[in-house]
């Protein structure tokens, strides 16, 4: 599993936050990738395959020479990524069959999920699997006819040869099955305007939920099947539902497992953060990469389950996944970078997966000494915390209360001889090669971490979070926000240059309404807004009144996409339906409201067999069926009321302030000097005011 990868092979020397166009290296091969920003296709800017960005002029030339697309997608924290390029796309033979065959088109699949959405659908519908590296061979306008992801060299010049051959003497046989498989790849992604339908119920959804829960894995949390990914959205979803309707089972289930995943391999405890999954059952031994988007959902997730449990455990998961991003994944200018690879450098000078993360019993031994024996217990440093090659992956399967017990010590002082064992752990760690960054900026998941942020600060309190949230969304208002109010997906050294897709959009919108809930200043309120139209002004499908990913402003595909399922990150239509129920509670006679039940009505027939797959829509269920409060808090002390009332979990709410009366239809005409007042509202009908925050909890459970 430890899967090698030679230092010459993906020179990256290259360490990802520095520029290829240094003098101090001279290398043989340079192509046009050169000149992009993505540290995944700077990666390939000195392999001797002729690649290219995916741009307009060059789809152009290949109409033009009738030569078929190439197009191989990846990105930088994708270990089977480095090794088809150092096995194929290196090759000197390979690549001479590349450049005379194809036009060869690299993209990073964090840039463009756009591109990506359509060819994994395509090599889903050719092979029935999908992953990355992922590699398409297509008409030159774009149309797939094959597909593929790692292959060795060998095969890969077997196909290559195959796929030329039939090109040039089966041309129109070619272009038959790719105009089949182009009209099967839009068909599977077609949603059908269903304004007839009722609103999905609660009894329904209950349902859904008990067929959901056959599939709970109850001992060890997530599901009963390997690899075992984290879904924040699913969890939190169950979170919702189960304070919302009183299910302890549920709630059970969701505690299991985020104590699991938390006191698994898959979080690290010595430096904070999740990687990105765990390859076997008991969330022991990650996919070592570390993604933005993980740590961001499971910031908020975690903060929202403190503030149910008042659990220790997910507050401090909160507290080292936020100083894990300050640490690895924070620019100066308050943006937050995409990802750490999972290969590092080993002690031979070979790359190896998960290099960085392990550690063996005799090292262990020799930095910790004396401590290592209550160490070994906690951590499992034996056969159930052991990987491979003498390698362990710290992972927990006691409580604290237990292993204290057993070694007659207290809790307290338990914590503390752990604390000050990973501290230790820690600095040794860095004395280690450290994981490739990915220095990029992606909007949506800078607008995932910023939620994780006014959520942490939200429910935790500490004021630290949430000066890191304004930064951050200062940075997007200035690097990001265009003068129109659109957005540019990246960010990278002073450029961007990809116009935004609907995921940044709904990420920001939502992002910037929860930061407006915690400070109450309109700047953000106003963006967001401003945002929401824009989105549905470039975005929209009439027809369906769902949201395509794409704007109308950008260059055509072969598709124009519809997101519709909620996969490790939410699906951006299932986001903006949220942005547009709780904008229509703050705006409601702008026709919010009626486009989120329009969307919701489109999609809830797939609840039934498919609820994990739709997380994200049933919050909407919930605000459908059950009521949604509007709190308005008003005087002088709305900010410290305001702070009050945000510190409990309130789902299905939406919080709005000011200091007088405010230019919200919700804020008119409340004030009364010398007090200051929250109005609960539903649909602007509210009850009697009240003027303080046990008193507003009260009416909620009423």
């Known amino acids: 599993m430890l899967k090698k990868v ?24 340079t192509n046009a990738l050169i000149d992009e920003t993505s540290p995944y296709l700077l990666q390939h800017a000195h392999n001797p395959v002729n690649w290219e960005a995916w741009k307009p002029e060059v789809l152009a030339r290949a109409k033009k020479e009738d030569k078929p697309l190439l197009i191989s997608i990846g990105y930088a924290a994708c270990h089977w990524c480095h090794v088809m390029e150092e096995e194929c796309f290196e090759d000197e033979e390979v690549a001479q069959m590349m450049n005379e ?46 597909g593929a992801t790692y292959v060795p060299k060998e095969n890969w010049i077997k196909s290559l040869k195959q796929l030329t051959d039939l090109y040039k003497d089966d041309k129109s046989k070619v272009v038959q099955y790719a105009s089949d498989l182009a009209n099967g790849i839009n068909a599977i992604n077609l949603v059908e305007n269903k304004s007839n339908s009722d609103i999905y119920s609660l009894d329904q959804l209950n349902a859904a939920v008990t067929n ?35 299910k302890p089972e549920i709630m059970e289930y969701v505690d299991t497992t985020l104590t699991r995943m938390a006191y698994g391999g898959i979080y690290d405890h010595v430096g904070g953060g999740f990687s990105r999954y765990a390859v076997d059952t008991k969330w022991h031994v990650p996919h070592f990469e ?15 389950a403190y503030a149910v449990t008042k659990n220790d455990l997910y507050k401090n ?101 752990m604390g000050t064992a990973l501290y230790v752990l820690k600095e040794k760690r860095e004395e280690r ?85 915690v400070t109450f200043n309109e700047k953000w309120l106003d963006h967001s807004k401003r945002l929401l139209d824009y989105t549905q002004l470039h975005f929209s499908d009439k027809e369906s009144g769902m949201f395509y990913f794409t704007s109308d402003e950008d260059e055509s595909l072969i598709r124009r996409s519809i997101e519709t399922n909620d996969n490790v990150i939410s699906a951006s239509n299932s986001i903006m339906a949220k942005n547009l129920l709780k904008f229509h509670k703050l705006f409601p006679n702008e026709g919010y409201g009626e486009t989120t039940k329009q969307m919701l009505k489109n999609i809830q027939e797939n609840f039934d067999k498919s609820a994990q797959g739709f997380a994200n829509w049933l919050h909407v269920v919930l605000y459908e069926n059950k009521n949604f409060y509007e709190i308005a808090v008003v005087g002088a002390d709305y900010k410290e009321l305001g702070k009050k009332i945000h510190s409990n979990y ?26 200051t007042l929250v109005y609960v509202c539903i649909e602007g009908a509210c009850k009697i005011p009240v003027n303080s925050a046990e008193e507003v909890l009260k009416q909620l459970k009423k």
């Open 6 to 29: 030679t230092v010459l092979s993906v020179l990256l020397v290259l360490t990802y936050g520095c520029t290829q166009k240094s003098n101090k290296v001279t290398h043989k091969h």
């Open 101 to 146: 065959n194809f036009i060869n088109i690299k993209i990073d699949r964090e840039e463009r999920p756009d591109v990506d959405q359509i060819y994994m659908d395509a090599i889903q519908m050719m092979s029935g699997n999908g992953g990355w590296p992922l590699n398409i061979v297509a008409l030159p306008d774009g149309r797939p006819f094959w």
């Open 212 to 246: 959901w829960s056959k599939h709970f894995d109850t001992y060890i949390g997530g599901y009963k099947r390997a690899p075992k990914f984290m879904m924040p959205n699913n969890w939190d979803f169950l979170l919702h539902y189960a304070t919302a309707n009183s």
């Open 290 to 304: 570390k993604m933005l988007y993980d740590n961001g959902q499971l910031t908020s997730l975690y903060a929202k």
């Open 317 to 417: 998961v909160v507290e080292e996944t936020i100083n894990f991003v300050k640490e690895e994944l924070t620019d100066e200018n308050g943006g937050f970078y995409s990802s750490l690879d999972a290969d590092s450098l080993d002690e031979n000078g070979e790359l190896e997966e998960g290099a960085y993360y392990v550690w063996k019993e005799e090292e262990l031994t020799e930095i910790l000494g004396p401590g290592f024996k209550v160490f070994k217990e906690y951590y499992n440093i034996n056969s159930y915390g052991f990987w491979e090659k003498g390698n362990y992956v710290l992972i927990r399967d006691k409580s604290e209360e237990e292993i204290a017990k057993k070694h007659g010590i207290a809790v307290s002082d338990l914590k503390q001889k």
């Open 433 to 517: 090669s450290k994981p490739r960054l990915d220095d990029k900026i992606l909007t949506s998941w800078n607008g995932l971490m910023l939620k994780g942020l006014v959520d942490a600060y939200r429910y935790l309190g500490e004021k630290e979070y949430l000066d890191l949230a304004i930064k951050n969304a200062l940075f997007i208002e200035k690097e990001m926000l265009k003068n129109d109010h659109s957005l540019f997906r990246n960010h990278k050294e002073g450029e961007s240059s990809i116009n935004a897709f609907l995921e940044d959009y709904a990420t920001v919108i939502e992002a910037y309404l929860a930061l407006y809930e």
């Open 650 to 675: 309130l789902p299905n709410s939406i919080l709005v302030g000011s200091e007088r009366d405010g230019s919200l239809d919700l804020l008119k005409n409340r004030f009364n000097e010398g007090e």
